[in-house]
Every structure is written in C-alpha cells, then in structure tokens.
C-alpha cells in the first residue's frame, strides 16, 4: 500500500518510518524542510518526499493522489503560545487536501482527553481530532498520554528531574494520574490500525499497564536507575512558577513547560483497553518502558528526541534560510590550525557538545548556557541525541545543526541562544588544516556592545577550542 506519512522528520514520524517500510508500505513522506530529513540508506527506495506547509494550501498539492492511508502526526506547540489557530488551519488544509486523493483511511494521534476541564493544549488536540474526523474517508483517532522512550520529552524530564535532584521541593500536579505508554507499543497500536476495518471511524485510547501519580513515576524511575531521591510536595505553587520550575531544572523551553504544567493538570488516564483486544496486543508496564529507552540509550540507538524539533527552541525557520553565512556587516572570529592526523580531528569535532563537553573552558560554556536559561533561552541542557553521529537539524546543546558533511570535514552550527543578533560557528577541513570560523551578524547598538564585550574572552574560548580539536591527545577535554 502507498502510505502518506505527516511528521517525517518529528520524534514519532522517525520511528514509524522504518516500521512501516517494514511492514511492506511504500511511504510518501510529507516534511517542511528536506534538508531535515535523513532516512536510512536502505530506506530510501522504498520512499519518497513532498516539502509542504500545512499551513499553505497550494503545497499541499505536491501530494499524490494515489495514497491509500495516511497518518497525521502534527503539532504545532510553537514558543509564541498561539498553536490553536495554526493547528485547526493545518488540520483543515488536510483534509481538504485528502479529499482530493483516493485515500481510505487517516490515523491520527492525539491526547486523552477524558476530562470536563482540559488544558488549552488538550483541547486543541481534540479540536484537531474533530476537525481531521469530518473527512470523506474512513478515520481513526488513537489518543494516548505520556509517551515513554528514549529521547521523548516525557523520558527526558523525568530523566533531569531524577537524576540531577536527591530532594525534590514539588507542585502538587505530581499527585495527578495518568496512564504512560512505551514508544514501542504506540508504534504498534499505529502500525496494526492502518487500514483494519475494525478501528474505522472510531476514537482509542491508548496506554500502559499502570496507572501512576508523577511522584510515583519519579521514584520509579529512580528506582530503575538505583538512586535515593526524596520528593515533597509545595500545596501552593502558581502555573507559571511551577514553569519556571521546571524550565530552570530540566532542558525543556519555558513554552514547552508551560503547556506540560497546564496539561499536568488534568488526568490522563485511559476509558477503556477495548483496541488491545481488537488488534491482540499487549502493552508493557512503565518500568519496563524505562529499562527498554535506556537499553536504546546504551547501545547508542536513539533514532530521534523530542529536542531536535523546532519547539525545543522556539525557532521556525528552514535550514536553507540559514545555510549560506553572511559576510557583509558581520563580526568574525577567523583561526586556522594545521593538525597531524586530519581523521582523528574530525571525530573530535564530530563528538563535539554534549557529554563530550567542548573540550576547553567548559565552565565558561557551562556560565554562557546559565546565562541564556535566566534570560529564557535554551542553555546547554538539550545536548545531543547521539554522540557519534550529527545530521542537518540535530540540536547540539544550545546550536542547531544547519551542515555536517563528515567527508567533506565541514561543520555549521547555528545559535539558538538568546543574542542581540545571529551567530554561526563553523569547523571545516582545508586538507591537514583545520579552519574555525565564529561569525555574529549583530542587531543594532546592543549586538556591537556585546560582540566588543565578549571579545576578550573569544581568544580563550575559540583559541582553546582549535587547539584541542587539533591536538593528538583526545583524553585533556577540561581546558
């Protein structure tokens, strides 16, 4: 079957990808931005790519017309706050658009939504629900609530809360239930709906085999990975410091907290299990949807976080807006340095954020990411989701991957920190020289002030780097 596929490049479009493939579907994969997308070699005959907006009615026409189901994996969760309105247009433009197709069956995955009170982003996945159902062709709702895996938000939030915490003071939205579901079992419960009578024109539920508090899903997690930790609870926490709470602690954005605090909330947890049985499947327990991310974690195979989606930042632009480095009006921090082993220096580069670190003054990198979570920027706690490989949209602590050509030992990385301005950092190979250029293209007054501000320190900081990432010695990271 020819399946259309929204979300492509999303934390769940990624891992359905393959099991689709697998499945024997031939996949159109919808994505705004292709030089985001990186499918699998071994992926690729089996796909094809349309770059549409959802949000621009005249590029949804690229979409074939020859598709036979489709999934609509699409949030809009922007840092401006106003998601509803451009989520009801997308979801519209959708279904406009399926109707000009021979499709039979659209899946969608939503929030429970159980509740008489939901918070404005639950109710904004309902209303998209409702807005996707009026289609002409059959449709199938799958609504499901914490989604536990390696690299989902959830995993991650959890993750710095426990263990960056032994004694947590917290908001009393921890005593709220909810029902979590491993990302292996949503993939299953998306994969085995396509095109089954049985879940035509119907709306699922979807989780675990638990039904928890968030305290009760800390200690377990806590448990899982042997720590001690204590959580109390404060009776009075407002929303917004709640949020700020949870911002300063964990790597999510101070929009993304927000929402997560306003939907924490409200109970989440499922009516029924009735889709198990129809489609014979078992979902598995939290824990053991905790011991399966970190088994994904250790053997180094987290195929897509939560963090390298545009809402882990805020920002919304297309990487080929960004791609081409301005020279005109830019201040630069140009150095070169021969290194003996031009390999070695490209895994180092390679390796670069992340636990790894930037290998020299990383205090100082450290005091450059707290300054930038006070001012409401991102910091440094993103990371990286894998430490061996870097493509084009990856997030790399406080920078956004916009090229990396391993071959070409070309690097360019675009700042999504707080700046009177914009900033590019570039590390590419010219033979056995390594070449390391910080450009910043200042807004105004305020961008020169600061760029002759920090001046002084870039000879510390950009010297420090180049010698490292050219020096034999891997080991010295600390500077």
């Not at 790597?251 to 605090?261: D, G, P």
């Not at 897509?304 to 480095?325: C, E, H, Q, T, Y």
């Amino acid at each position: 079957m020819k399946i259309l596929l929204t979300g492509a490049t999303g934390y769940i479009g990624k891992r359905l990808l393959p099991r689709l493939v697998g499945d024997g579907h031939t996949l159109v994969c919808c994505v705004r931005d292709k030089d985001r997308f990186y499918p699998p070699e071994s992926l690729k005959e089996h796909i094809s790519v349309v770059e549409v907006d959802l949000l621009d009615k005249a590029s949804l026409e690229k979409i074939p017309n020859d598709i036979d189901g489709a999934y609509y994996l699409v949030h809009s969760m922007t840092s401006t706050g106003n998601y509803a309105g451009p989520e009801e247009r997308s979801a519209k433009n959708f279904r406009e658009a399926m109707g000009r197709t021979r499709v039979k069956h659209v899946i969608y995955l939503g929030g429970i939504v159980n509740e008489t009170r939901l918070s404005p982003h639950l109710a904004s996945r309902k209303n998209v629900e409702e807005v996707l159902s009026k289609g002409d062709y059959h449709f199938t709702a799958l609504r499901a609530g914490i989604i536990i895996g390696s690299g989902s938000a959830s995993f991650e939030i959890i993750r710095d809360l426990v263990e960056k915490l032994p004694v947590m003071i917290a908001p009393r939205w921890i005593k709220t239930r909810c029902q979590p579901i491993g990302i292996s079992d949503v993939l299953d419960f998306l994969s085995a709906s396509l095109l089954n009578r049985q879940t035509y024109d119907q709306d699922f539920d979807i989780g675990g085999t638990d039904i928890l508090t968030y305290k009760d899903m800390m200690m377990g997690f806590a448990g899982v990975r042997q720590l001690k930790r204590r959580i109390y609870t404060v009776p009075v926490m407002t929303p917004r410091l709640s949020s700020y709470w949870l911002y300063f602690v964990t790597s999510t954005s101070y929009r993304l907290a927000r929402n997560l605090v306003d939907s924490m909330n409200v109970e989440v947890v499922c009516r029924d299990n009735r889709l198990s049985k129809i489609l014979g499947l078992s979902p598995s327990g939290y824990l053991e949807a905790i011991r399966s991310a970190f088994r994904r974690i250790e053997s180094q195979e987290v195929e897509s976080s939560w963090k390298d989606a545009n809402i882990s930042s805020g920002f919304g632009f297309k990487l080929s807006d960004f791609i081409r480095v301005p020279e005109y009006g830019c201040f630069t921090d140009q150095r070169m340095r021969p290194c003996p082993d031009r390999k070695r220096c490209i895994e180092k580069i390679w390796r670069i954020g992340g636990e790894s670190g930037w290998y020299y003054g990383n205090w100082l990198w450290e005091i450059r990411g707290f300054l930038d979570k006070v001012a409401g920027g991102v910091g440094l706690r993103r990371g990286r989701t894998n430490i061996g490989t870097i493509h084009a949209g990856d997030t790399l602590d406080f920078w956004r991957v916009l090229y990396a050509n391993r071959h070409e030992g070309r690097l360019l990385l675009f700042a999504e920190m707080k700046l009177p301005g914009e900033a590019w950092l570039e590390f590419n190979m010219d033979g056995d020289t390594l070449i390391q250029t910080a450009t910043f293209r200042p807004l105004g007054v305020a961008g020169r002030m600061y760029w002759y501000l920090l001046y002084p320190f870039h000879g510390l900081i950009f010297g420090g780097l180049i010698k490292k990432l050219t020096a034999q010695d891997i080991k010295d990271t600390d500077g």
